[in-house]
């Protein structure tokens, strides 16, 4: 599953590092490309209609058709233009959305809440490694075959990918004797509601300064394809450390407070971005600290959702999913719109505000019942 998500997660996230090259490739802006990535993030709503699914055990299905999906988006984006990347976008996005929330579910059913933290943890390893592995190997397909060669290589990989999984998992997975019984559809608690929302928050803080990374490095620093394929892979690689940073301390320093711990780091590499003047050292490291922060933030706050309502957990998961796909579209059209207009100064404007409405609804979710 977690070799399964590290592919599908590359075909999600080389595109904003690189987006110099497919605004050369499409003849488009940085805002038109970020608009159209913001708004294929709304295809993330159909999560909302897997809830029942889920928590009926048919996680198996849901990834196996999620990585079917994506891999026909990458067919689809092979045709060159704008129109058929925002296609094949809002594709990508729906076998994403829908393979990443079965795959908590179907960890969150089997696994107890005192160490499902170190579980998804090791789950969400798959986004460091989009990057630390998956990015130089796209940067490669770039310099030797073009911006298509990326596309090729993940609609194969995908392909093989939804067969690993067929194959792997079992067709009517083993669940708690609590999630065999058909629940009526329940509506999410006041908690469960800032909880989700908490985590919703959290995601465009680190996400709104990520899809513009690539092109603020190029502007600013004039960093190639080549370089961006280099640091791409330190992003991945300290990535990877806060993902296993969450599976091996979070659920001992408590997953509330590693999740509010998270967002502070978040706006400390905010600062130091903010910083950098003409120094790419400097912006780099701050971009660096901010992904550290966010990812052990972020991921740390899927084991809180995941629990926010117990008897229905594939519900809350996928509602969860579905608030952050608002959230991440939001953001994603607003930092493009923010960074043509003021520069990276306006997009980290966007990022320590969600930062700072994160960690106020987790804090709020303490207080109820």
């Not at 988006?73 to 990508?92: P, R």
């Not at 460091?128 to 060669?149: C, E, K, M, S, Y």
């Not at 803080?205 to 640091?231: M, N």
Request: with cysteine.
């Amino acid at each position: 599953m977690t070799a399964a998500k590290a592919i599908a997660n590359t075909a999600l996230r080389w595109i904003p590092p690189f987006l110099p090259t497919l605004e050369r490739a499409f003849g488009v802006s940085t805002t038109q490309l970020t608009t159209v990535l913001g708004l294929g993030e709304t295809a993330g709503l159909s999560t909302v209609l897997v809830g029942k699914h889920l928590d009926r055990g048919r996680e198996r299905l849901i990834m196996i058709g999620g990585l079917s999906t994506i891999s026909v988006s990458s067919v689809i984006a092979l045709g060159g233009s704008i129109w058929t990347f925002a296609v094949a976008f809002v594709l990508l996005i729906l076998g994403v959305a829908n393979f990443t929330v079965a795959g908590h579910a179907w960890i969150s059913h089997r696994i107890d809440y005192r160490w499902r933290a170190r579980s998804i943890g090791l789950f969400e390893t798959s986004w460091a490694l989009a990057l630390l592995v998956g990015g130089p190997i796209i940067a490669i397909l770039i310099n030797v075959f073009g911006w298509r060669g990326p596309f090729v290589f993940l609609a194969v990989a995908c392909a093989l990918a939804a067969l690993g999984v067929a194959l792997s998992l079992p067709v009517a997975p083993r669940r708690l004797a609590g999630d065999t019984v058909d629940h009526p559809r329940q509506r999410l608690t006041p908690k469960a509601w800032f909880v989700v929302v908490g985590s919703a928050t959290l995601a465009p803080a680190g996400l709104s300064i990520f899809v513009i990374s690539g092109t603020w490095l190029d502007d600013e620093f004039g960093v190639s394809t080549g370089g961006l394929g280099l640091i791409v892979m330190g992003f991945g690689a300290f990535e990877l450390v806060a993902s296993i940073g969450t599976a091996t301390f979070a659920d001992r320093i408590g997953k509330m407070k590693s999740t509010l711990g998270g967002a502070a780091v978040v706006l400390l590499g905010l600062a130091v971005m903010l910083s950098a003047g003409g120094r790419l050292w400097v912006g780099v490291a701050g971009l660096l600290v901010l992904l550290i922060g966010f990812e052990y933030g972020f991921v740390t706050s899927l084991s809180l959702v995941s629990e926010a309502m117990p008897d229905a957990r594939g519900t809350t998961l996928a509602i969860g999913n579905a608030v952050g796909t608002l959230t991440r579209g939001a953001g994603t059209i607003l930092t493009g719109v923010l960074y043509s207009a003021y520069g990276i100064g306006g997009s980290a404007a966007l990022s320590a505000a969600a930062a700072a409405i994160s960690a106020a609804c987790l804090l709020v979710s303490r207080r109820l019942d």
